[in-house]
Each structure stands twice: as structure tokens, then as C-alpha cells.
């Protein structure tokens, strides 16, 4: 068999704490490399500090882009193309990125794609399995979103039920804060919880109607009550058990919208194939229960690696891939979007 021809397409994330590059060969699906910076600098307040992330951004990107071409040995008139974050993320984050995109898209004159971040969340299984084909069902939980979504192709994407309030990730950072964990605490929890009893701290199960939309802040509100009547230094093991609590209250929370959207397809409709992507499905706890959940409905369900669910530059690359593939015209008319929803 003759060699397929590598398309090779560099992304670039800068839409919240973390610098990421990536160059991604799009004909045979791999990932040459990808380069993330993760600002540490945050950790002392808690949260992501917008000032200091923006300029974090500009302080690594180049370094970054550097390291990669260096390390994967791809000449830059190798690139076909280019993929940025434009939004939705922190607005000066955003601007650097675009910026440093466009700079880099006018020096290699290659061309270049907007790419939305939650539409790269929910399209990067495609690059990570083969077999992912239109349409799906994506469940896309993030720092930021809970998004319930049936991806039609790179650019048709239909929100169902998306997060009212705080979504999963911000839930578990802020209790996690409170625990004294690490900022994004996210994959602290999830450790934590593995010692603990998950039917110990008495939770309620999220927004139990028969709607698909999401709310964790009742969730984080009931923890951190839990917390404040509790003794003033919680040991490990109590520590564990709300942890333990806690993903069975968002594991809970999920099947059931999952139900009710099982519940009201109409029965010519078949549903093949769904993914779970964005930071928080990392989590092996919640793979797990939403892989039961599936079993039940003979629908495959998917999950990248945990390195392509937390923001990365693979996805943005794979995205702009795709966008070139269905004709979307390259621009760099284009202005950054803090806001910018998934369906647009
Ligand atoms: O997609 P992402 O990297 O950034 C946003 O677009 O927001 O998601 C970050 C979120 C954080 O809230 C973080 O705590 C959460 O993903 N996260 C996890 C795990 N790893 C990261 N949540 C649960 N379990 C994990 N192992
Ligand atoms: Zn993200």
C-alpha cells in the first residue's frame, strides 16, 4: 500500500490556565507531540487569575511552539495548517493566543481557523478513535460548561441541556479548595475518593427533572455546609468520604439526564455511539458509571485519553483539520469571543 500522505496542522490553547501546542498528522490520526505549560501561579489564589494567565500565555508560547517543531523535527513549511482558540475563555488569554496565531500564520503564510474550545472538546474523540461517526451524543464537562450535545458534523452541533449554574468542574474546585486540595482539584478528588465511602456524607442528587440541563451549585452548597458543620480539622477519611459522595452525586446526576434522553427518543431514532469529554472526564470513577449507563442503551460509549479531555492543543489542531476538510474558508478576519456557545 502505497504511504498516505501526512496533513499536519498545529493548535494552539490559551483560553484558560494552560499554555498548549500541539502538531497533529490529521490523515493518520496521531498526535506528533503536544506541549502544555500548566501555570502554577494560580495555586496561591485559589483560582485562575486572569492578569496572570494572559501574560503567562505570552511569556511561553513562543518557547513552546519552539520545543515542538524542534522535538517532532516538522519543518514549518510542512504545516498545512493552523488552528486557535478564539473562545469561549478568558478574554485577554483569548487575545494572546489569537494574536501570536495570526502572527504565526502570516510568517509561515499558512492558513488559518477560529476554533471554538468546546466544539474542539467535543469533536477530539474523532482523532482519538476511528470508528467515532456522525452523528453522536457528546457529554462535554469542563471547568466551565455542562453541555449535553448531539455533534452532527465539525461544524452542526445541537445543545440539548446544558449547565444552569456552576458546572461539574468549578463544583468539585471549589469544595476541593475548601479541603485544602490543589487548584484544579479536580483530579485530587477523584484520589481522595478512591479511600473513600461514598455512601458516608449525605448528599443531594442534582436537578432530578425531566429536563437534560444541568445544576451543581445546590451540590457544592450542600458540601460545603456539610463541611462547616463539621469539626474544624476534618480528618482524611471524612475528607475521603465526601469526595467519594460527592462524584456519586454528579455520576447520578448524569445517568439520569441520560435517562430522560433515552426516555423521550422517538424509537426510529437510533442513537449508535456517545462520548464523554472536557477536563472532568478524566475521571475513571465517572467513566465508569456513564459506561454502565450506555451498556444498558447498546450504545458505545467513548472516552479520550485523560490528556486529550483536559485542555490541550491535539484538539484545536484536530479541529482546524476538520473544519479544512468540510470547506470552512480560512480567515484571519476574526475577533476573539469570550462568550461563544457550542451551537452558534
Ligand atoms: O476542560 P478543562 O481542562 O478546562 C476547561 O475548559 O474548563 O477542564 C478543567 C476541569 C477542572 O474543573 C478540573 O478540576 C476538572 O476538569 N478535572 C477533573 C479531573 N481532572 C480534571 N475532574 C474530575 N476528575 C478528574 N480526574
Ligand atoms: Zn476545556
Redesign the pocket.
Known sequence: MANVKSRIFLGIET??D?TAVALVDASSRTVLRQCIHQQMEHQAFGGVVPDLASRGHAKHLPKLLNTLLRETGVAKEDIEGIGVTAGP?LAGGLLVGVMFAKGVSISLQKPLWAVN?LQA?SLVPRLCFSQLEFPYLALL?????CEFVIVHSPIEFYLLGYGLDD????C??KI?RRLGFSF????A??AAAKMGDASAVPLPIPMRDRSLNFSFSGLKSAALRWINESEKVLSFEKKANLCASLQYAIGQSIVKKIDNFFDTLPEHVKLKQAVFC???A???Y?RDVLKTCFDRYEVEFLTPP?KY???NGAMIAWNASEKCDVGVPPSMNFSIKARWPISV
Open positions: 483560553s484558560c494552560d475563555g474550545h472538546h464537562f469542563s471547568g466551565g460548561h458546572a461539574a468542574g468549578e468539585l474546585d476541593g484544579p482539584a479536580g483530579a478528588i477523584e472536557g477536563g472532568v478524566s475521571n475513571q465517572l485523560p479531555c483536559t485542555d
